[in-house]
Structures are given as structure tokens and as C-alpha cells.
T-cell receptor, first 110, second 114 residues
Framework: GQNIDQPTEMTATEGAIVQINCTYQ??????LFWYQQHAGEAPTFLSY????GLEEKGRFSSFLSRSKGYSYLLLKELQMKDSASYLC???????????FGKGTTLSVSS | KAGVTQTPRYLIKTRGQQVTLSCSPI?????VSWYQQTPGQGLQFLFE???????NKGNFPGRFSGRQFSNSRSEMNVSTLELGDSALYLC?????????????FGPGTRLTVT
């Protein structure tokens, strides 16, 4: 079957670094998406990892280990505006995200 | 350029009725995907259309259907509404289907079934 597991909630302070983990079990895997969703808004694309390793994009980085079915999103120099839900979603062989994790709600405090 | 637009933004229907939601993708985008989001189940994939063809379908009953027109605009229809269909329905467009193309989400249609 297919399963995605990520922590429900995380808290951190401004300026800190936080790592949001995602483990998945899925068939026909092509890559993994990360999305950010602020309360009351639509999700926005953060990253898509196909190859193993770390991809850095500004303050956000995403890591993938295909053999372990594991990914994480690393947020550096946290800002209050980073308070949001972060969703991971493995993509099928066509690169389409058919299932999403329930999301990790990150709260950043000053 | 204009983003993904969805109409209507809010809708209230009663059980047993049917509803049609509309999505206009970003100009030039040919892939449109539909999602249902609820607090309990999170974001769930409904279906994906590319060049008027359904390419992927999620695990939803046949009451949920969709289509895509030649201009890439898409509609989804839910027949015989149930209380559990109350949700935020999101559509997302991308240049191409799958292969990790960045998806742009619309603001969603909030459907309430009473």
C-alpha cells in the first residue's frame, strides 16, 4: 500500500534551523514534492527531488534518499512568515503527486 | 501573467444536489489537476487532465467526474452530493503533465453541503 508519514506539529524560534522529515511507502516512485501552505491559502511549490542528495534553494533545502524512502525539508534562518503547513508528496512514475502527507504545521515564534 | 482562477469561490448546496466547479489554468499550461482538501483527510488527489484526456484518477467514487476543454479550462462535477463532500476543492495547473513540473494552485472553491 501507500503511506506517508510526517510529524503533525513543530515549533521553532526566529533565526533557528528546523528539519521536517517525511517517510513514504509508494509504488512507481519518480520523485518527491514539498509544498508550503499558509492557513487559508492554496499550497505553493517548494521543491521536487528526483535524485538522491540535498538540493539547496535559498533558505530552503530538500533531501531525498530513494533507498530509504525518506526525505526532509530544511529551513534555515527561520522567519515568522515561515509559519505554515508543509506537505510532502511522492510522485508516481509520470511525476504526478497522487497522495499527500497530512502536513507538518510549523509555528515560528519570536 | 494571471494565475489560476477558480469559480465560484464559495458554494452552499444541499444533499442530493449536484455541483459544477470551474478552473482556468495559467495561459499556456496544458495540465490541470483537481484536489479535495479537508481537515481530517488532508489534500487528496481527484484527477488530472492533459490535452483533454484524463491521465490519472484518484480513489474517489464515480460521483466525482471532470473534463477538460480544448482551451485547457477544466470543470469538475459532483453529483448526488453528500455531507462528506464539504471541502475545499483546489485545482492546479502546470506546463506539462507530471515529471515534476511546478504546479500552480488556484485559490480553491469552498463547498459546503447541508
Amino acid at each position: 500500500g501507500q503511506n506517508i508519514d510526517q510529524p503533525t506539529e513543530m515549533t521553532a524560534t526566529e533565526g533557528a534551523i528546523v528539519q521536517i522529515n517525511c517517510t513514504y511507502q509508494t509504488s512507481g516512485f519518480n520523485g518527491l514534492f514539498w509544498y508550503q501552505q499558509h492557513a487559508g491559502e492554496a499550497p505553493t511549490f517548494l521543491s521536487y527531488n528526483v535524485l538522491d542528495g540535498l538540493e539547496e534553494k535559498g533558505r530552503f533545502s530538500s533531501f531525498l534518499s530513494r533507498s530509504k524512502g525518506y526525505s526532509y525539508l530544511l529551513l534555515k534562518e527561520l522567519q515568522m512568515k515561515d509559519s505554515a503547513s508543509y506537505l510532502c508528496a511522492p510522485a508516481n512514475q509520470a511525476g504526478t503527486a497522487l497522495i499527500f502527507g497530512k502536513g507538518t504545521t510549523l509555528s515560528v515564534s519570536s | 501573467k494571471a494565475g489560476v482562477t477558480q469559480t465560484p469561490r464559495y458554494l452552499i448546496k444541499t444533499r442530493g444536489q449536484q455541483v459544477t466547479l470551474s478552473c482556468s489554468p495559467i495561459s499556456g499550461h496544458r495540465s490541470v489537476s483537481w484536489y479535495q482538501q479537508t481537515p481530517g483527510q488532508g489534500l487528496q488527489f481527484l484527477f488530472e487532465y492533459f490535452s483533454e484526456t484524463q491521465r490519472n484518477k484518484g480513489n474517489f467514487p464515480g460521483r466525482f467526474s471532470g473534463r477538460q476543454f480544448s482551451n485547457s479550462r477544466s470543470e469538475m462535477n459532483v453529483s448526488t452530493l453528500e455531507l462528506g463532500d464539504s471541502a475545499l476543492y483546489l485545482c492546479a495547473s502546470s506546463l506539462d503533465a507530471g515529471t515534476g513540473y511546478e504546479q500552480y494552485f488556484g485559490p480553491g472553491t469552498r463547498l459546503t453541503v447541508t
